[in-house]
């Protein structure tokens, strides 16, 4: 008898009368929700795309030796991760953080009490029981999708130690590690400062979806433990999990570039400060946000009043509780929008 997995509403489309109503106003529909970026793919990254189309063959399932190398130097100037040994490429990160759970045969899933909804989809596919600690593996995000929290390095050292004396799976989402903005500054969980140069039971998941535009070409990986790796690897590689050619010589521009990094950050921190000044200009408060693609904003009362307010407005933003309970008083506003659409958007706010 066929038992078809039982999976939650997709959050989105919850959406759809809030999006009518942003659609009315007279001068369009702003969108700030999906942190969808909306900036062109640097040029040599295109270039690099372009001049591997012509392989023909099976792309290796570890990626090729020039994508493994970029990967480790990357991260190691990038964010401080030293020693990697192990490297893992992945058709984007969701799928892989979809798959761990059931890849890694785990019977219990914990992830943040604000989370990325993809943590329990993981759970829910590997027909495993979500807890609240003691999990065989465990999510954790910093900086935080959707509040942009950052963990300190004295707590996620505490993740590392209860993990570890247990023996368990520690897997560090990172997706948005090289965007903090303020002084809470983000670490890596590869961090010697972290680990102690001890990656036994930890793994860091990286997208260049945020960093570099790439959300189309779906490029990202994982590192870490070598014994997780492997087991990953081989999987993959009999799942034919394989990132194709041209997307993997694609990455390795954007790996070898860190002016087009600095760039792209650069867009998304000027956003960051006009429609900063302009939601608190109309009264309301900014949560956290020291990180990542999004301001974690508050009016104080249920999240889908806020978000319908924002919508009369012509400005579509996400209800705080797609990502929790806790998110119940809280709407998620991204920064993923044109510089354009920035300055427009501040203007209805404050109008």
């Not at 030796?65 to 990967?71: F, G, Q, S």
């Not at 490029?219 to 997307?247: A, C, N, Q, W």
Request: with cysteine; hydrophobic share 40%; glycine share 8%.
């Amino acid at each position: 008898m066929r038992h078809p997995i039982k999976l939650p509403e997709f959050p989105w489309d919850k959406l759809t009368p809030l999006e009518k109503t942003a659609s009315e106003h007279p001068d369009g529909m702003i969108k700030l929700t999906v942190g969808a970026p909306v900036d062109p793919v640097f040029p040599s990254i295109q270039v690099a795309l372009s001049e591997a189309a012509a392989l023909s063959g099976y792309p290796p399932t570890i990626g090729v030796p020039k994508l493994r190398e970029a990967i480790v130097s990357s991260l190691e100037r990038r964010y401080n991760m030293q020693g990697i040994t192990a490297v893992l490429p992945a058709i984007g990160t969701k799928e892989l953080i979809a798959g761990l759970p059931s890849f890694l045969r785990v019977d219990t899933v914990a992830y943040p009490e604000l989370a990325y909804p993809t943590y329990e989809i993981a759970a829910i596919m590997a027909d495993a029981k979500i807890v609240n600690e003691g999990a065989d593996l465990t999510f954790i995000n910093s900086p935080n999708n959707p509040s942009g929290e950052v963990l300190t390095v004295e707590q996620m050292r505490e993740y590392v130690a209860d993990a570890r004396s247990r023996g368990a799976i520690l897997v560090s989402d990172e997706c948005y590690l090289g965007m903090g903005w303020t002084d809470k500054r983000p670490h890596s969980i590869l961090d010697p400062a972290v680990c102690d140069g001890d990656h036994t039971g930890l793994l860091a998941i990286h997208s260049l979806s945020k960093t570099s535009n790439l959300a189309g070409y779906r490029s990202g990986f994982v590192v870490g433990d070598p014994d997780l790796i492997e087991e990953l690897t081989l999987v993959r590689k009999h799942s034919g999990f394989m990132v194709p050619y041209p997307i993997q010589y694609a990455t390795i521009a954007a790996l070898n570039d860190d002016e087009q990094e600095s760039f792209q950050k650069a867009r998304y921190f000027a956003r960051r400060k006009v429609l900063t000044e302009a939601i608190t200009a109309a009264g309301f408060t900014i949560d956290h946000s020291d990180a990542g693609l999004y301001l974690w904003t508050t009016g104080g009362e249920n999240c889908w009043d806020t978000a319908r307010w924002f919508a009369e407005r012509g400005l579509l933003v996400t209800p705080g509780d797609f990502y929790g309970e806790a998110g119940k008083e809280h709407v998620r506003i991204a920064l993923t929008i044109t510089d354009d659409d920035a300055i427009a958007a501040a203007k209805r706010l404050t109008k």
